[in-house]
C-alpha cells in the first residue's frame, strides 16, 4: 500500500506523467489501444527500496517525445536516497513499460519508437538496474520482422519463482530473430538474468 501512495505522489508531482498508464495519445500502430489497457507491472522492491518506472512527455516538443525514467524512493528501508535515472525516450508514440524486481536487481522494459514516423516499427528494451547504483547493468532488447520490419506491440515483465529467470511477455506483428513457434504472441526467456548474460530463448504462439 505505502508503494502504491508513493507512486501517486509521484504522479501528482509531475503533471505531465503517466504513471504506469496512459500519457497524451500521439499516432498508434495496430494494437496499440490493447497493449495500453494490458499495462503490466510497474513498481516493485529490491533490497528494501521501493521502485517504479514511470515516462513523461517533453513540455513544447513536437511531434510529442516520451522520457522514460526509473525512480527509487527514500524510506526508512532503503539503504539508499531517492535517486531517478533517465532509461531513454520514444518519439511520437506513448511507451509500453513494465517493471520485475527482487534482491538480486531491477529488471525493466519499455516498447518504445525511434522514428516519428507513424509507419516506424516499435521495438522493446530491456535493462537490468543495479539498485544501490543505479546503473544500467545488463542491457538487451527485442525486434521483430526481417531487419526490424515488424513491431513489438508490448512486453510485460515477470520473474519466475526461482527468482533469477525473467521473462517477457506479449504481442508482435512478426517474427522475433530465433524464435520457435509461431503466432503473434511471444515469450522470452532470460536465464540468470541477474548474474549472467545467457542468451534469451523465444516461444511464440
Known amino acids: 500500500m505505502g508503494m502504491f501512495k508513493r507512486g501517486v505522489y509521484l504522479c501528482a508531482a509531475i503533471a505531465l506523467t503517466a504513471c504506469g498508464g496512459q500519457a497524451p495519445e500521439s499516432q498508434q500502430e495496430p494494437g496499440a489501444e490493447l497493449a495500453t489497457q494490458e499495462a503490466g507491472l510497474t513498481g516493485g522492491t529490491s533490497q528494501g ?6 515516462y513523461v512527455q517533453r513540455p513544447g516538443v513536437l511531434p510529442p517525445v516520451y522520457d522514460i525514467r526509473l525512480n527509487r524512493a527514500a524510506s526508512d528501508t532503503c539503504a539508499w536516497g531517492q535517486a531517478s535515472l533517465l532509461l531513454g ?10 517493471l520485475a524486481a527482487n534482491d538480486l536487481g ?6 518504445y519508437k525511434n522514428s516519428p514516423s507513424g ?7 530491456l535493462r537490468h538496474v543495479d539498485p544501490g547504483t543505479m546503473t544500467v547493468v545488463r542491457s538487451e532488447g527485442l525486434s521483430a520482422g526481417m ?14 519463482t526461482d527468482g533469477t529467470t525473467v521473462t517477457v511477455t506479449g504481442t508482435k506483428s512478426a517474427a ?11 515469450v522470452a526467456t532470460y536465464a540468470d538474468f541477474f548474474t549472467s548474460t545467457t542468451p534469451r530463448t523465444v516461444v511464440a504462439y
Open 49 to 54: 527500496c521501493a521502485f517504479n518506472i514511470f
Open 119 to 125: 509507419s516506424s516499427p516499435s521495438v522493446l528494451a
Open 106 to 111: 531491477v529488471a525493466v522494459s519499455w516498447v
Open 89 to 98: 525516450s520514444s518519439t511520437n508514440f506513448s511507451p509500453r513499460i513494465s
Open 176 to 186: 522475433i530473430s530465433g524464435e520457435t513457434g509461431s503466432g503473434s504472441n511471444y
Open 147 to 160: 531487419f526490424g520490419s515488424g513491431s513489438i506491440y508490448t512486453g510485460d515483465l515477470n520473474i519466475l
